[in-house]
């Protein structure tokens, strides 16, 4: 099936299946600080339940972050990988919840979705494979972001065993880590 499809299409549908996979692991990442904050910082005092959606998830980790005195100097920090998460989760909420317009015959797709309410209308955007790989590079880094973050702040990971993941990843790739790290 799927190598009778047109090059452009393939490359389209791939893309798509890069940022989904690509967004999981930002959000995993981002889950991750959730259950920290919520079983370490006081983060149930905010909310019994953390919150399991993309949408609840920035203003409950703002709030926690700003009633926490460990946290709320990070918050500067935490409102940046946030605005990022949510530009790149609205256009991965486009590309993986819309319909492509397969009779396109271009490099271009359009992508469309209805949008609920008392007025239901259907909304198209356009993109390419290229604007959806440069997305899921994005949600790559956010992940990359998050981790680190999260290790500096609420402790992810013991910092010692960070330094010694990172130092050998890097050292995989001929790169070397200064004694102290990054953590």
């Not at 047109?6 to 999981?24: H, M, Q, S, Y």
């Not at 680190?148 to 890097?170: H, S, W, Y």
Request: charged content about 25%.
């Amino acid at each position: 099936m799927i190598e009778d499809l047109p090059e452009d299409k393939r490359n389209t549908f791939a893309a798509i299946g890069l940022l989904t996979v690509c967004w999981a692991s930002a959000e995993y990442a981002l889950d991750f600080i959730i259950r920290y904050v919520h079983h370490r910082y006081k983060g149930d005092q905010i909310a019994p339940v953390p919150p399991v959606s993309f949408k609840g998830k920035p203003p409950y980790l703002r709030k926690a972050f700003a009633n926490h005195s460990g946290l709320a100097s990070y918050l500067p920090q935490l409102n940046e990988l946030l605005e990022e998460a949510w530009q790149i989760a609205e256009q991965r909420h486009w590309c993986i919840h819309g319909s492509i317009d397969l009779r396109a015959d271009a490099k271009t797709f359009p992508i469309s979705k209805i949008v609920h309410g008392k007025e239901q209308r259907q909304h198209t955007r356009e993109f390419t494979a290229r604007q959806i790989e440069i997305l899921a590079g994005r949600a790559s880094a956010l992940s990359v972001n998050l981790i680190f973050f999260g290790i500096q702040t609420v402790g992810l990971m013991p910092k010692d065993e960070a330094n010694k993941l990172v130092r050998q990843l890097l050292s995989e790739h001929s790169v070397a880590l200064p004694e102290d790290g990054p953590f």
